[in-house]
């Protein structure tokens, strides 16, 4: 069974620094495209950045580019998401995704995991 795990949020002070981690279990992670996204309650879930299998491409959304580095380790097989100058308004829960490719995982998402929440204080 596919499956993805968040971990690393948390509570944290405006301007702090925070790195999720995404665990994958049942895919062959070094052939998926990776992304994050997050969401807030009564919004849709926003892309933020995503990640080709050998690294060799990235993508980002302009609120965070320049702040948030993606990144993977397929040894690992995991996914990172370093954030930097975090604000209040990057409070939010935070996914991984899974996809077969960059446009499909930046839309339509094939695997999901359950999240984890990052608050942001100012």
């Known amino acids: 069974q596919m499956r993805l795990a968040e971990s690393g949020g948390g509570l944290v002070q405006a301007g702090d620094s925070l790195n999720l981690s995404c665990a994958t279990s049942g895919l062959t992670f070094s052939t998926s495209t990776m992304a994050w996204f997050r969401q807030t309650p009564g919004k849709a879930r926003e892309f933020l950045a995503a990640?080709?299998?050998?690294?060799?491409?990235?993508k980002y959304s302009d609120s965070v580019k320049g702040r948030f580095t993606i990144s993977r380790n397929n040894a690992k097989e995991a996914l990172y998401l370093q954030m930097n100058s975090l604000k209040p308004e990057d409070t939010a829960d935070y996914y991984c995704?899974?996809?077969?490719?960059?446009?499909?995982?930046?839309?339509?998402?094939?695997?999901w995991g359950p999240g984890t929440r990052v608050t942001v204080s100012s």
């Open positions: 995704a899974m996809g077969e490719s960059l446009m499909v995982v930046t839309t339509t998402p094939r695997l």
């Open positions: 990640i080709s299998s050998k690294s060799d491409i990235t």
